[in-house]
């Protein structure tokens, strides 16, 4: 089917991948998962007392080709919480269904992780936005049209297109107060944005950049939004954060290279890693 309907044979892979993972770690009951993005991946190395697990091991997980995406699952502790964190992630413009991207995803929800963090490198639209900054994604324009939610947990009770998430919103507000007031005793700002999705592979062109700000898009990117649908619907919190690695300029030709998305957030990383282990650390002694 092309809209990728979980179902059986994904149950069965999804109870695979746990047991492996139990088996090579048997004592992470991790709390958060973190979904580590394009040139993330170094902030899994704050993980300490830590099992890296390749994704080509592990039952089920896609692995992904592109660079900045090192295919690691790390189980340990950040701020003294027991978390896992996927070093890169699979897109669907490598040829994934929503489904398979979002595999590693549902296996750490199948872990019972009570919060799920993400982060994406994006294109800013807004102009208030600079190369380097963290914005916090608080709502979503999707035009991947993909998903990898069964018919079956879409006609759930808690479904997103029930009211009670519906109402709540995907991005939970607790957690991004809790972002916010973490960033400012780190002496930051952590403005809000809505992050507008494409299947990619390419960057915008000019005039889709000027489509996607009448929208309402504040960032652009190719990730993320059928991770954090399948939590939402899932009933998990979700906190994503996206860094900011090139401006669009709509009236300027000017070229995206993947290595300057990669060096600004390798960049970034340097107040991303002491804000989530200061969330963390306050979720941890709460
Ligand atoms: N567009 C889409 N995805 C991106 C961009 C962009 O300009 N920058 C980083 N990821």
Do not use: K
């Given at each position: 089917m092309s809209n990728n309907p979980k179902n059986s044979d994904t149950d069965a892979s999804v109870h695979a991948a746990l047991c492996f993972i139990r088996e090579s770690a048997p004592c992470s009951a991790p709390r958060v998962g973190i979904v580590l993005g394009s040139g993330l991946g170094p902030l899994a190395d704050s993980i300490t007392d830590s099992v890296r697990l390749d994704y080509a091991d592990i039952p089920g997980f896609p692995v992904s080709h592109v660079s900045g995406h090192a295919g690691k699952l790390v189980l340990g502790k950040l701020g003294g919480l027991p978390v896992v964190a996927m070093q890169g992630r699979s897109h669907l413009y490598e040829g994934n269904s929503a489904t398979k991207a979002t595999f590693p995803v549902r296996a750490m929800l199948g872990m019972g992780v009570e919060l799920l963090i993400v982060s994406n490198a994006s294109g800013g639209i807004n102009p208030r936005f600079h190369s380097g900054d963290i914005v916090l994604i608080d709502s979503h324009i999707d035009l991947m049209f993909r998903t990898a939610i069964s018919p079956d947990e879409a006609s759930g009770g808690s479904a997103i297109f029930g009211v009670?998430?519906?109402?709540?919103?995907?991005?939970?507000?607790?957690?991004?107060?809790?972002?916010?007031?973490?960033?400012?005793?780190?002496?930051?700002?952590?403005?809000?944005?809505?992050?507008?999705?494409?299947?990619?592979?390419?960057?915008?062109?000019?005039?889709?950049?000027?489509?996607?700000?009448?929208?309402?898009a504040d960032m652009v990117g190719m990730s993320t939004v059928p991770e954090t649908m399948l939590a939402a619907q899932l009933g998990i919190p979700v906190l994503a954060f996206s860094i900011v690695t090139n401006v669009a300029t709509p009236d300027v030709p000017k070229k995206t290279e993947h290595a300057e998305v990669l060096d600004w957030t390798r960049l970034a990383q340097q107040r991303l890693v002491p804000l989530i282990e200061k969330m963390l650390a306050k979720m941890n002694a709460s």
């Open positions: 009670p998430h519906r109402s709540r919103g995907i991005y939970a507000p607790d957690w991004m107060r809790l972002a916010e007031s973490c960033a400012m005793e780190l002496g930051f700002s952590l403005p809000r944005g809505t992050y507008l999705a494409t299947l990619g592979p390419n960057y915008e062109t000019r005039a889709e950049y000027r489509a996607f700000a009448r929208l309402g």
